[in-house]
């Protein structure tokens, strides 16, 4: 069965710092992998989606994420934090084929001043 | 493209009471979602329906829940009867064959 496991549920950075957001998945075949973004009051917007071209995958406002199959992570991460990057952030797995997306738990990004 | 379309945006009901949560989704995408968003047990998918037919309702919590999608355009989601543990934030979400999904802003429901 598929899985997603989102390490951290809040994430503190200041203005300008590295913005890492750790995702790691399991599933039984080659997976979709997705990450989300959540504002207040808003359904969930597409970051970017991994569907087995290249590794390295490059999203809206900055972000990017990079698929390493061997440690079986999918983790998020922008080079320097703008105070609108505060969100939530959801990483999903599809199976290749299927319909079903799971979402992990959610990591709750904030952006310091 | 006017994205998948929810109503009502909130919804504030007595328990007991019936609810229904509807759902546009984007033209031609064939698969729809509903899913639940709590703090307590975060996005959970509660049905999914691929040509107008529901495939997996595994994540229906119970018999008072019900979902159904009488044509491409629409579905509703139900509840009867209603009770405070059903307040949640309902989501319903579309794609195509190997699209991501895109949701709607969903449907906030108060059960009180």
């Known amino acids: 069965a598929q899985s997603v496991t989102q390490l951290g549920s809040h994430v503190s950075v200041s203005e300008g710092a590295l913005v890492l957001l750790r995702c790691n998945y399991s599933?039984?075949?080659?997976?979709?992998l997705f990450w989300y973004v959540q504002y207040p009051n808003q359904g969930l917007q597409l970051l970017l989606k991994y569907t087995s071209a290249a590794t390295l995958v490059k999203g809206i406002n900055g972000f990017e994420a990079e698929f390493k199959k061997s440690e079986t992570s999918f983790h998020l991460t922008k080079p320097s934090a703008h105070m609108s990057d505060a969100a939530e952030y959801f990483c999903a797995v599809r199976d290749t084929g299927g319909f079903k997306t799971i979402f992990g738990a959610g990591t709750r990004l904030f952006v310091k001043a | 493209d006017a994205g998948v379309i929810q109503s009502p945006r909130h919804e504030v009901t007595e328990m007991g009471q019936e609810v229904t949560l509807r759902c546009k989704p984007i033209s031609g995408h064939n698969s729809l979602f509903w899913y639940r968003q709590t703090m307590m047990r975060g996005l959970e998918l509660l049905i999914y329906f691929n040509n107008n037919v529901p495939i997996d309702d595994s994540g229906m919590p119970e018999d008072r829940f019900s979902a159904k999608m009488p044509n491409a355009s629409f579905s509703t989601l139900k509840i009867q009867p209603s009770e405070p543990r059903d307040s949640a934030v309902y989501f319903c979400?579309?794609?195509?064959?190997?699209?991501?999904?895109?949701f709607g802003n969903g449907t906030r429901l108060t059960v009180t």
């Open positions: 979400a579309s794609s195509d064959s190997n699209s991501p999904l895109h």
């Open positions: 599933s039984s075949v080659p997976p979709y």
